[in-house]
């Protein structure tokens, strides 16, 4: 598959990540922290145990929104890495594993 590339440039990356010290601090991350769980995998987790993830990553264009933005247990943030989720998936696949999918998300 071929990646996805977009020229991020260093001030791009810095304004998005400042915005997402921001968003941690919001109500309705909290809110969602509180739910404990984990957008990847499913499994319950204590809000402490939980990162914030992009799903488009922030190194690839994406924006610190609150679209762009789930809460993820430590183990599947550092596993998807960099990966859109197209790529995600399709590393899944290989992996033998099947995404998660939320109605409730």
């Known amino acids: 598959m071929e990646h ?4 991020v440039n260093e001030t791009d990356v ?8 921001e968003l941690r601090k919001s109500r309705w991350w909290q809110n ?10 499913g499994e319950n987790f204590s809000p402490e145990e939980l990162t ?3 799903l488009v990553p922030v190194s690839r264009g994406g924006k610190a929104s609150r679209n762009n933005v789930v ?29 998660m999918e939320y109605a409730s998300e």
Do not use: T, V
């Open 52 to 54: 914030m993830d992009h």
């Open 32 to 41: 969602r922290l509180a739910i404990g769980r984990c957008h990847y995998c």
């Open 4 to 7: 996805f590339i977009i020229e």
């Open 14 to 21: 810095k304004r998005e990540r400042e915005k997402s010290r």
């Open 71 to 99: 809460p993820a247990c430590k183990e599947c943030n550092s596993r998807k890495k960099y990966l859109l989720p197209i790529e995600w998936e399709g590393y899944l696949a290989r992996q033998g594993s099947q995404p």
